[in-house]
């Protein structure tokens, strides 16, 4: 729904929000922040270089959306999330007259907004529970072709949204190194497995959805009911340990290779800010089959996809050292998901699990078709066999200690403010 | 380490714990319910037919056994479990003395204790993440045979604890109904999958694991100090829908097939109850590889096995109509676990995964070797061939609505006394 929040004419008397890559006053992601001098975790927005503390704000808002400021002043996301959309449209709404030039608020507001530099943000949300799926259709082909050069994608891809379950513990946000994991590695010249540090690090690009309101264990969520279950969006990288994978996943899929880490964006781009930037799902290749009826609603068809571009950039200590910028190791879009955010959801609830708040779901890596498109070093490299060069002479076929991926999104259409979804960055430590 | 809690002439004043199946003195496990007439959930200890409560009973304990009881008035067993084995330890002999024969504080204590007829009974904990194992390794081979009849066991799997994440949102205690899931059934004579309720619904014999004190993300837990990271012992049944298994788990692994439900039971038996039913890890099988040091300590190798008996009851509708009793499915035993539990945690933490108090680790199925001892309908009945038939002239390929699943563990050693886990029950409820 595009309403009065997504004027482009709608300027912010926060001067830095103007013009800002991620934050102007059509965004008005939500996070956890701890002001400068480090008081309790609490709700925030991001607006420009600024964070608006939410429950302080909440006096100067009214009903719904006073109710979503002081549901922000917990710890955690969870509780706004619960909410759903009515208090999260309201608060929108009412922040963003009050944020907006000429608002004769300023004066009360002002004094409630930190500079997000002197700020440390944490999890936006106490995450119940993770599921990764597997929706990005040109990364399951690419490494489908791997193991099945005539026939990548398996039958079922096509009729199931694929997923499984991750972990919770160790998702982090964006800034917090991630460890290189050790593991049972199975060289090729090798009978038996070694154990050591991985070898084959890996990076996948991916967006995440976190749950707002859930369902009863055993009411499954009707596909043109799901969006209303869900809070909002943000990058998320899946750490990948592809020598550990490769001799683990058999039978029960990927455990280890995955579970030391997987880093997301701090803000909460709401399903509002996103509203300019629906499309219809992207039309089937011929051949494909229709949806199964519980995945099928016409309005998901026509506006349940998401026009989103995503980047992936590589820091490395010899770009670091030469004052080089970080190398852009590929450039995909959110169009390339095979099934959209609804069907995920309902998919997910259709048997009767139930979701909760806070429960963060990954779309899996969203490769574009092209070589410059993928969301993965296994994907780019062809496995390691096609390392990548950089500006600073450094090759890379995996990644190395010390080494930084930062994972970008940017939503843009004309005729509206583009908006971006703020860094997702980690960098990897050596193994203990 | 066996000592004075073990004795088998201790005798409690709580007369049905004499002799009492699962709850002698010996036992003491620990749980969470609502006393009757509903007040808050709170940790309590079993003890006969009876369950005192162990916040009430704080007060009449002194230092650790104090501070552990004061923890179990939360209504979740996370802070105690977070506590370790030093303050459950203390616990355990301070309630031990107050509920044998003889104890002059009788008359304090009797007034703490409820009839457990008349309490709910929640789940123990909140649980971060679930994690499912796959050590038994008869049933690996008895699932395996079916794919590869000549190779059964993937080559990973001597290797490897082989694991995967499951739901956490969806674990209910005893008693609880499952709901038949609905989901797509790919059936033999057609193209295409169909939507519709699951008709090869199926159980697993579990054990679950409840981890105490937690590791720092980055950091294993050496394979010597994984059971001071475990707080407990329940029953689990992973409930499984064949048919969604079958069409959905490649390549990422079983995920709607299973999180539909898994049932536990109450009672949290403890590392020191258990400590009389400790064997040896069984040798293996001539031929097979050691595991690598990192899995690899002696104590855990000379006594880091459990010798529990484990048994699987079927209560159907026609069976309960002529007042039969319910049919034994299956006798097993922890003994087939091919990993200790030990080893699954410290091979859960090698890759720095952070395990957090209150996390759930299922075993995976254990069957027994021989056919009587199958821990699913899907080893006893061959894949839903060999029908099984019950005295009430029913047969079950798969679940019934109505039927109900009942696990129950009991751990024998002469020269002590038997305890039992309480029952792990369910009842399947039809699709909506």
Redesign the interface.
């Known amino acids: 729904m595009i309403d009065a929040t997504h004027d482009p004419a709608l300027r912010s008397w926060v001067e830095s929000a103007n013009g800002h890559p991620h934050f102007p006053i059509q965004n008005l992601p939500l996070g956890i922040f701890s002001p400068p001098g480090g008081g309790a975790p609490r709700g925030g927005v991001a607006i420009g270089d600024r964070i608006l503390d939410l429950p302080a704000a909440a006096a100067l808002l009214i009903g719904e959306a006073a109710q979503a400021a002081a549901a922000a002043g917990a710890p955690t996301l969870n509780a706004l999330f619960a909410l759903g959309a009515g208090p999260r449209r309201a608060l929108r709404a009412q922040l963003s007259e009050l944020l907006a030039e000429g608002s004769p608020a300023r004066a009360r507001v002002e004094p409630l907004l930190h500079a997000a530099a002197d700020c440390a943000l944490h999890l936006p949300a106490r995450i119940?529970?993770y599921?990764d799926f597997?929706v990005g259709i040109h990364h399951a082909t690419n490494i489908g072709k791997v193991f099945r050069p005539d026939n990548p994608l398996?039958p079922?891809y096509k009729?199931?949204p694929?997923?499984?379950?991750?972990?919770?513990?160790?998702v982090?946000v964006s800034g917090t190194p991630v460890?290189r994991?050790?593991?049972?590695l199975?060289l090729p010249d090798s009978e038996?497995?070694?154990?050591g540090p991985c070898r084959r690090l890996d990076y996948e690009l991916e967006v995440g959805v976190w749950i707002g309101p859930g369902n009863e264990?055993?009411?499954?969520i009707p596909v043109g009911e799901a969006d209303s279950h869900v809070a909002g969006f943000c990058l998320l990288n899946d750490w990948s340990?592809r020598d550990?994978q490769a001799?683990?996943?058999?039978?029960?899929?990927?455990?280890?290779a995955k579970?030391?880490?997987s880093t997301i964006s701090p803000w909460v781009i709401t399903p509002e800010a996103l509203a300019p930037f629906r499309i219809a799902q992207p039309a089937r290749p011929e051949g494909d089959?229709a949806p199964?009826?519980?995945l099928l609603d016409d309005a998901d068809q026509r506006a349940g996809a998401f026009d989103i571009g995503l980047e992936v950039f590589l820091e490395t200590p010899g770009l670091r050292e030469r004052g080089l910028p970080p190398h852009r190791l590929s450039a995909s879009n959110t169009r390339h998901m095979y099934w959209t955010v609804a069907q995920m959801v309902a998919?997910?609830a259709?048997?009767?699990?139930?979701?909760?708040p806070g429960?963060l779901l990954g779309s899996g890596t969203i490769s574009a078709p092209d070589e410059a498109g993928c969301g993965s070093l296994l994907e780019t490299t062809k496995g390691g066999t096609r390392p990548v060069e950089l500006e600073s002479g450094e090759t890379r076929r995996f990644l190395e200690d010390g080494d930084a991926v930062i994972l970008r999104a940017r939503a843009e259409n004309p005729g509206f403010v583009a908006i971006g979804f703020g860094e997702c960055r980690a960098t990897v430590?050596p193994a203990?």
């Open positions: 119940g529970d599921t597997y398996l079922n009729y199931v694929i997923g499984y379950h991750g972990r919770a513990s160790s982090r460890r994991p050790s593991g049972q199975k038996a497995p070694v154990f264990l055993g009411e499954p340990a550990i001799w683990e996943y058999q039978p029960l899929g990927p455990f280890l579970n030391f880490g089959p199964l009826p519980y998919h997910h259709s048997n009767g699990c139930d979701l909760h429960d430590l203990r």
